[in-house]
């Protein structure tokens, strides 16, 4: 299939979920405004944002447990505004995973069949099918004060997943785990989402969390969408200062676009560097007018001082480099973070992984150092 026809057989796969238009209100604050989007089948998306954006507040409304002000919610191409939350063919995952404390694992996991009247033979096999799915076979018999907290998280995921819903709701699910075990289950609930192939959908404020495990990200903030891409897009190229700043870490400054070709755009940032910022491309935004230029720790090198500036790939000499002098040096195991002070006060970071175990002796508090990037490094912004 070329390339063209593989975009137009995607655009028509049908979305399980789709939110158009959706308003919600409370009182007179707005805690989700206007959002339409579509998530297909299959999909691992994640809502991400600080706290307050509106996060949750959609993702109930998909549940049923909040009903929209205005716009619709649709599951499967059904229009959920008359079905109630036990009829949605969604379960959801709390960030608390409550689980009954009287009553074991295998009791807990079957006790939605059990409601819902499936008869005592199948809802054992399904329990057992469930338990196996999430690695917890062995603990059936187990009281939940006998787990540990990832193993109870474990159970609310088989409680959800045993009455094979078609999307799969999580709210913070990793919020109460250790650092540790939060990285561990983020790879499991990965794995468990393949091996399912159920869509699912899960709320966190936790960018390395929905970098980590999302095959696609919304960027809420104040009750809208930011910007919406696959984790590598929104990191690479985000589309505001807001979205680089909250996805990530990132150096950020005000300049002016001096010069705007199709394979050449210079950048006057008097705050970061004497010459222009030069870009083997051309910019967003007019000739003459602001712009804001965020360029991540990690693309920028650290050089040792010499009176010549260190040459920088794919860009004229001179060009994006500054001098400053190191004023802290975080040291984090696989990278450290050097913080350089320019002549006009301001910090940049930069990062750079500790290849050797000597690496970190390389470079010293309070010493005078050349920072550079490359021209492909920056992304230029307008707001
Ligand atoms: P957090 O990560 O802190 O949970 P969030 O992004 O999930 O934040 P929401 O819980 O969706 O945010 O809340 C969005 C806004 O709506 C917030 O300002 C919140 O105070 C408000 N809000 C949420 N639920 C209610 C409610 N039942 N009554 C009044 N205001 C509410």
Redesign the pocket.
């Given at each position: 299939m070329d390339v063209m026809s593989e975009k137009s057989a995607k655009s028509l796969v049908k979305p399980i979920i789709s939110f158009r238009n959706v308003v919600?209100k409370?009182?007179s604050?707005v805690?989700?405004d206007n959002v339409s989007l579509d998530i297909e089948p299959g999909e691992f998306f994640a809502?991400l944002?600080?706290?307050?954006?509106?996060?949750?507040?959609?993702?109930?409304m998909l549940a049923g447990f909040?009903v929209p002000t205005d716009g619709q919610v649709l599951i499967d191409g059904q229009d959920m505004g008359a079905t109630s939350p036990n009829q949605r063919p969604v379960n959801m995952v709390f960030q608390s995973y409550a689980v009954f404390p009287h009553m074991t694992v295998a009791k807990n996991v079957g006790y939605g069949l059990k409601i819902d009247g499936v008869p005592a033979q199948d809802i054992e096999t399904r329990v057992q099918e469930a338990l196996e799915l999430v690695q917890l076979g062995h603990l059936a018999g187990r009281m939940p004060d006998q787990l540990s907290g990832g193993q109870r998280q474990r159970v609310a995921l088989a409680r959800a997943l045993i009455k094979k819903p078609k999307v799969l709701l999580l709210?913070?699910p990793l919020s109460a785990l250790d650092a540790k075990l939060r990285e561990a289950m983020r790879f499991e609930l990965s794995q468990l989402q393949q091996k399912v192939g159920i869509t699912f959908i899960m709320?966190t404020?936790d960018q390395d969390e929905a970098l980590a495990i999302a095959s696609r990200i919304a960027v809420?903030h104040k009750?809208g969408i930011s910007q919406l891409g696959t984790p590598s897009d929104l990191y690479e190229f985000p589309a505001s200062r807001f979205v680089a700043d909250f996805i990530g870490s990132v150096n950020m400054f005000e300049g002016t676009l001096l010069k705007d070709e199709p394979d050449e755009a210079l950048i006057g940032c008097p705050e970061l560097a004497p010459h222009a910022i030069h870009l083997p491309h051309s910019a967003p935004g007019n000739v003459n007018a602001p712009v804001w230029v965020a360029i991540r720790p990690e693309k920028m090198n650290l050089h040792k001082n010499s009176d010549e500036p260190p040459p920088v790939r794919d860009c004229p000499a001179a060009h994006n480099v500054c001098k400053g002098v190191i004023k802290e040096i975080s040291y984090l195991g696989d990278t450290s973070i050097f913080h350089v002070q320019l002549a006009n006060g301001r910090l940049v970071r930069v990062s750079r992984p500790n290849r050797s175990r000597y690496d970190q002796d390389n470079y010293g508090w309070g010493e005078t150092v050349w920072v550079s990037w490359s021209g492909s490094s920056p992304v230029v912004l307008l707001s």
């Open positions: 919600k409370f009182g604050m805690a989700v809502l944002g600080p706290s307050g954006c509106g996060k949750t507040t959609l993702l109930r909040e709210d913070e709320v404020h809420m009750g």
